[in-house]
């Protein structure tokens, strides 16, 4: 199974300023299939890219993604406070479909 | 509006079984493939079950082959997974997920239930 490693596990920012999620893949991701979700406490995950770098439906422009074979990123450019979540990648061109561990972005 | 809620989660003791069942609306059932995912408490999310869109397929991941069934009822817009031989490990909160696309798969998801807490233990 496709194994995705996430950085950092931890980014402490501020609002307004930009993150940069990575998240790596142990090999080459088909098609590019690669989605990225945010989770908030006690809620259910929700899409915001797939397809590497195409952002689901009422996902603010702030959130890009990019990247392909084994290396992804998420930026999210000036934070907004509800921004601040844990944010997973996810594969889907291998079965079984695998998550990264997760990078939690935090308030400094 | 897309909505998934599922239900049946609670305390069950090792080796016991569950049954959780997910109820959706708002859209049409019967054309979307369907998943079940997993997140053990404090950690990331599992992949665990999908099933096409008549039943006719399914596909789950190794750690629970043999032990948990993925069915669906298309006539009652409902989603189950019958969870049989339940270990410690299998503690989690189950969330019913839908795959994006209509009459096809992607196999990402883009809506997800509020999630039903399983916990494993004696």
């Known amino acids: 199974e496709i194994v995705l490693t996430q950085s950092p596990a931890t980014l402490s920012l501020s609002p307004g300023e930009r993150a940069a999620l990575s998240c790596g893949a142990s090999?080459?991701?088909?098609?590019?299939?690669l989605a990225w979700y945010q989770q908030k406490p006690g809620l259910a995950p929700r899409l915001l890219i797939y397809?590497?770098?195409s952002r689901a439906t009422g996902i603010p422009d702030r959130f890009s993604g990019s990247g392909s074979g084994t290396d992804f990123t998420l930026t999210i450019n000036r934070l907004e406070p509800e921004d601040f979540a844990v944010y997973y990648c996810?594969?889907?061109?291998?079965?079984?479909?695998?998550f990264g561990q997760g990078t939690k972005v935090e308030i400094k | 509006e897309v909505q998934l809620v599922e239900s049946g989660g609670g305390l069950v003791q090792p080796g016991g079984s569950l049954r959780l069942s997910c109820a959706a609306s708002?859209?049409?059932?019967?054309?979307?493939?369907m998943n079940w995912v997993r997140q053990a408490p404090g950690k990331g999310l599992e992949w665990v079950a999908n099933?096409?869109?008549?039943?006719?397929?399914?596909y789950c991941v190794e750690s629970v082959k043999g032990r948990f069934t993925i069915s669906r009822d298309n006539a009652k817009n409902s989603l189950y997974l019958q969870m049989n031989s339940l270990r410690a490990e299998d503690t989690a909160v189950y969330y019913c997920?839908?795959?994006?696309?209509?009459?096809?798969?992607?196999?990402?998801?883009?809506?997800w239930g509020q999630g039903t807490l399983v916990t494993v233990s004696s």
């Open positions: 996810q594969q889907y061109g291998t079965s079984p479909w695998t």
């Open positions: 997920a839908r795959d994006p696309l209509s009459g096809g798969r992607r196999n990402y998801f883009d809506y």
């Open positions: 708002g859209f049409t059932f019967s054309s979307y493939l």
């Open positions: 099933i096409k869109q008549d039943g006719s397929e399914k």
């Open positions: 090999q080459s991701v088909s098609g590019t299939y």
């Open positions: 397809d590497a770098s």
